[in-house]
Each structure stands twice: as structure tokens, then as C-alpha cells.
Nanobody, 121 residues
């Protein structure tokens, strides 16, 4: 099995920065895309940013220019550097990864348990 463990959430004032990390562990053969999603109270989960194994990135319009996604393939870890945070960025942030287990052929989608990010005004 695979576990995704997020860290780095917390409380920050508007205009501040936070860095989220998500490490994948288990019987991993390879990982394709990794990404971050978020869910605010009363809203649906939405994409924040994704990154392929080759480093191609995709961002939600609401975070372009403020957030940067990166990954360390050797460590099976994805990061989200969040800058110029706004109160509307407040949400639970979830890590996501497309993983092929070491003894399997197909890829499956895995999710972390989430980390809370709260931005005060």
C-alpha cells in the first residue's frame, strides 16, 4: 500500500507564506503526477496545482503567481510553496498522487489526509 503524509500547514497572516510538504511511502514502483487540492468549508474540493514526473506544472488561476509546486522524485515528495496568502486560501489542503505499486502494472490515485491552512485577515 501507499501512504501520503502532508505537513507544513498552520495559521498565517494575510500576505504571509507557508510551505507544504507531502511524502509518499510504501511499495512504490513509480509516481506519475502529484498535486495539491484544497477544500474550504461548504465548498467542493478544487485543484490547486499539479506537477508531472518530468516537471510540467499546472495551476489554478486563483493561485498563479503566488504558489509554486515542486517535487523531489528521489524522495517521492511534492512541495507547495505558498506566498502572498489571502484569507480565501483558507482550506484543508490535500496531497494527491498517481502511483504504480512495485508489483503492479496499473496506476492508482492516492490521497493524503489533509493539512489545515488558515489565513487570517
Amino acid at each position: 500500500q501507499v501512504q501520503l503524509v502532508e505537513s507544513g500547514g498552520g495559521l498565517v497572516q494575510a500576505g504571509g507564506s507557508l510551505r507544504l510538504s507531502c511524502a509518499a511511502s510504501g511499495s512504490i514502483g513509480s509516481i506519475r503526477a502529484m498535486g495539491w487540492y484544497r477544500q474550504a468549508p461548504g465548498k467542493q474540493r478544487e485543484l490547486v496545482a499539479t506537477i508531472t514526473s518530468g516537471g510540467n506544472t499546472n495551476y489554478a488561476d486563483s493561485v498563479k503567481g503566488r504558489f509554486t509546486i515542486s517535487r523531489d522524485n528521489a524522495k517521492n515528495t511534492v512541495y507547495l510553496q505558498m506566498s502572498r496568502l489571502k484569507p480565501e486560501d483558507t482550506a484543508v489542503y490535500y496531497c494527491n498522487a498517481d502511483v504504480r505499486l512495485a508489483y503492479k502494472i496499473s496506476y492508482l490515485e492516492y490521497w493524503g489526509q489533509g493539512t489545515q491552512v488558515t489565513v487570517s485577515s
